[in-house]
């Protein structure tokens, strides 16, 4: 269990000591495709840690589809400022493959971990990632056209484009199943894409970004 925390950004800095107190309110779980690891508007009681499989957190719209805020990948801590900050969790995460979490009680630990100057500075580096995902996000939806949106998302998560059914991609970018297609065909006619492989020539679809 100290070898997993010790992966985790938060924790990287702490000494054994700490980390054997930490330890003891951390419980591993596994969790098949497609299931809810917590709801918008849920009170967060625990601090997530994705140690095999991906995650993807998302904003329902007013029209039913949904808003891809973020997509999680192992080693990687899930809506943490939330946690510490004490307000209900702003989006929704699911499963999108069978994945494996780290869950610790944070309420059991949280006199220690905001008193501890090496989590909170970490705390303040992830803040900083996440305000940089948004601006990404708004770069996607404000300023790219359909093909920009399709050449960026496939450039930020190209494992999870892969993962995904080309409907739910489409439903991701706000764009219909058709023009995804239409889109994605002289990529793949170009070798660009290799659906079969599962490879992306990044540097020649960069240049169909903007």
């Known amino acids: 269990m100290i070898e997993i925390l010790k992966k985790m950004f938060l924790f990287e800095n702490l000494s054994d000591d700490i980390l054997k107190i930490i330890q003891k309110d951390c419980e591993i779980i596994s969790l098949k495709k497609d299931n809810i690891v917590f709801y918008e508007g849920d009170e967060p009681k625990y601090l997530y840690f994705l140690i095999e499989g991906n995650i993807k957190l998302y904003k329902m ?93 496939i450039l930020q998560n190209t494992q999870q484009f892969f993962l995904l059914k080309q409907h739910e991609v489409a439903t991701i970018l706000n764009i219909s199943p058709e023009t995804l297609s239409r889109i994605l065909k002289p990529f793949k006619a170009d070798g660009i894409i290799d659906m079969k492989n599962k490879n992306v020539n990044k540097q020649r679809l960069e240049l169909y970004k903007n």
Do not use: W
Request: hydrophobic letters at 45%; a positive charge.
């Open 61 to 153: 719209l007013a029209n039913n589809n949904e808003l891809i805020l973020k997509y999680f990948k192992h080693n990687e801590s899930i809506a943490e400022v939330a946690v510490f900050d004490g307000f209900n969790y702003p989006a929704t995460a699911e499963t999108i493959t069978d994945t494996k979490l780290l869950k610790i009680d944070f309420q059991n630990l949280k006199e220690l971990f905001l008193k501890n100057p090496y989590i909170l500075l970490n705390l303040n580096s992830s803040l900083i990632k996440k305000v940089k995902n948004l601006e990404t996000l708004l770069l996607r939806y404000l300023v790219l056209d359909a093909k920009g949106r399709v050449v960026d998302f």
